[in-house]
């Protein structure tokens, strides 16, 4: 009859695609909850959350955020998505597929932004780098971070060894008390393949033994870098107390 509300007696959506989505937005959902569970235990090793006004006191980046940040966003997703599909919710539902389609399209914006302004980009992420090489002793997660990044990516700074003088620890001042005073981190070495013990103290005084050019330092250890594992173990040794000038760009 015209005017009258029509009911549905079966359900909406096939009882698969129901259950396919529950379980997958469970596991989401429960990924985010462990993210979050990180973040705040990590907070709570370094006492931040019991003294919220330190979270502005580090001068550099702190990586719990990207824990926390990321570990919400899943937990909600996950939620909506989870609890949406268990119950047939259209507006959980709708709010699920509406924040995903925001995502990536803010990810699609800043991959384009990114591309135009890649000189404005570069800019501010050497601003950045150089504000978390300022903090590296500062915060025992930003320097893991920087140590992982370093690694990672064979590079010492954002353009060289040089940048680590933005560092109180490992600046070049002759008022520099610091036993780290004109080195990298360890992170920066070249490592031998034959070491089974990490040398942390590998990168201490290597600022003060250079005797050639940054442009020859830089073709050496890319050389050596590329052929370390030809290299015989005497000379390699000899040569371990090398570090890494790659640019970052």
Sequence with gaps: MPGKAQHFQGPQVSCCTKYLLFASNVLFWLLGAAFLAIGLWAWAEKGVLSNLSSITDLGGFDPVWLFLVVGGVMFVLGFAGCIGALRENTFLLKFFSVFLGLIFFLELTAGVLAFIFKDWIKDQLNFFI?????????????????????????CCGAHGPNDWNLNIYFNCTDSNPSRERCGVPFSCCVKDPAEDVLNTQCGYDVRLKLSCSPACLCLLCRSWSSRASSIPKDVLASLRNGFRTISLW
């Design 130 to 154: 150089n504000n978390n090489v300022k903090a590296y002793r500062d915060d025992i997660d930003l320097q893991n971070l920087i140590d992982f990044a370093q690694e990672y990516w064979s």
